[in-house]
């Protein structure tokens, strides 16, 4: 099995709603992705964001931690080929338009704080998002 490194973050608007994407036309997901060679966790954290959702003046307000799970497949059901270990950060920005630039993730929503968990597809997103929400 592979293992990887992976970097996102929680995103709040000035309206308290948290930014979600969608992955491949398959999976509802916070913005996140690999860490590229010569990045650290935060850095790749800002560029996936940018590149899932065209958010780029993003404030960071603190380290969430990490956790981990199997990667989402095609068919939106776990690959247990590849482990990855989610790196994910707190940021807060004044960003309200949305434009993904990354053709692999079509659509970004802002999203009610309590309605987020029931939009992410993968279990493990599910729960540390609710671990986390009383945080934001």
């Known amino acids: 099995m592979k293992q990887t490194q992976s970097a996102g973050g929680v995103v709040i608007n000035p309206k308290g709603q948290v930014l979600v994407v969608n992955q491949n036309g398959t999976s509802w997901s916070l913005p996140k992705g690999h860490i590229e060679e010569g990045e650290d966790a935060l850095t790749a954290a ?5 590149e899932e959702s065209g958010v780029g003046n ?7 931690g990490s956790y981990r799970r199997y990667k989402i497949g095609l068919n939106g059901h776990e690959d247990p080929t590849e482990l990855k ?7 807060r920005t004044d960003q309200e338009v949305l434009n993904p630039l990354d ?3 079509p ?3 802002w999203v009610e704080k309590d309605k987020v968990a029931d939009l992410l597809t993968h279990p493990k997103d599910k729960e540390f998002f609710l671990r986390i929400k009383n945080e934001i």
């Open 58 to 64: 993003l404030k960071l307000v603190k380290d969430l």
């Open 46 to 50: 800002k560029r996936e964001i940018y």
């Open 107 to 109: 659509e970004a929503r």
């Open 85 to 91: 270990t989610i790196h994910m950060f707190l940021f």
């Open 103 to 105: 053709s692999e993730n």
